[in-house]
């Protein structure tokens, strides 16, 4: 289950994102302890955990359905089984949003960071081709919910091997990178690929290793 980042500043389902949180995380104490497979809510109890009435619950709870946050238990009733994506909401952390500024610094010591990844880490197999920016920095938006960095990686250059010592597997080198760029901010995300054109578009490299 991914972690999922609420910003302070947007609205969710027409609800502030701490009031949807709460809210949520009220319909989960409800199941608590029960075993998943048996886990259903009625549209009644989350008219009242969500404080709407019939008519704006109803239209409330049709859109977490079409959202993927609800599943409708079967025709005709009214009973619905929560998914992995219900509790990701109930689950999430609230933080303000990331400025614009902001991404670009952090976006800057990514670029520092894959330079002295790529120098400085003789015994990971895989060093950093390129390094791109994606996801909502693309976008025109003042405020960011996360910076999405896409890093393409390849197989070490011999000169810059150790010659001696224990080398780590790929899957541990990759481990080791995640982590690293995971460490400059909560809000990171990072996508390890073998080519830029696996990357979603639209995108922008920030740093290339030739």
């Known amino acids: 289950m991914?972690?999922?980042?609420?910003?302070?500043?947007?609205?969710?389902?027409?609800?502030?994102?701490?009031?949807?949180?709460?809210?949520?995380?009220?319909?989960?104490?409800?199941?608590?302890?029960l075993p998943r497979d048996r886990v259903r809510v009625s549209a009644r109890s989350l008219r009242q955990d969500f404080a709407m009435n019939t008519l704006v619950g109803g239209a409330f709870v049709d859109g977490l359905v079409a959202d993927g946050l609800l599943e409708v238990e079967s025709e005709g009733r009214h009973d619905y089984r929560l998914t992995d994506r219900f509790v990701e909401f109930a689950t999430a952390r609230v933080?303000?949003?990331?400025?614009?500024?902001?991404a670009r610094e952090l976006l800057a010591r990514a670029s520092r960071l894959a330079a002295r990844i790529n120098v400085e880490w003789p015994k990971n197999p895989l060093e950093i081709e390129a390094l791109a920016s994606c996801g909502s920095y693309m976008s025109r938006d003042a405020v960011l919910s996360e910076l999405s960095l896409g890093?393409?990686?390849?197989?070490?250059?011999?000169?810059?091997?150790?010659?001696?010592?224990?080398?780590?597997?790929?899957?541990?080198?990759?481990?080791?990178?995640?982590?690293?760029?995971?460490?400059?901010?909560?809000f990171v995300r990072v996508h390890l690929v073998n080519e830029l054109r696996q990357l979603r578009r639209p995108f922008a490299v920030a740093f290339e290793d030739k």
């Open 151 to 186: 890093i393409v990686v390849r197989s070490r250059h011999v000169s810059r091997r150790a010659r001696w010592g224990r080398m780590m597997t790929n899957a541990e080198g990759a481990r080791e990178i995640r982590s690293a760029f995971r460490d400059l901010s909560s």
């Open 95 to 102: 933080v303000d949003p990331l400025t614009r500024q902001r």
């Open 2 to 33: 991914r972690e999922r980042t609420l910003i302070t500043e947007r609205r969710y389902f027409g609800l502030g994102a701490i009031e949807f949180r709460a809210a949520s995380a009220r319909v989960l104490a409800r199941v608590a302890g």
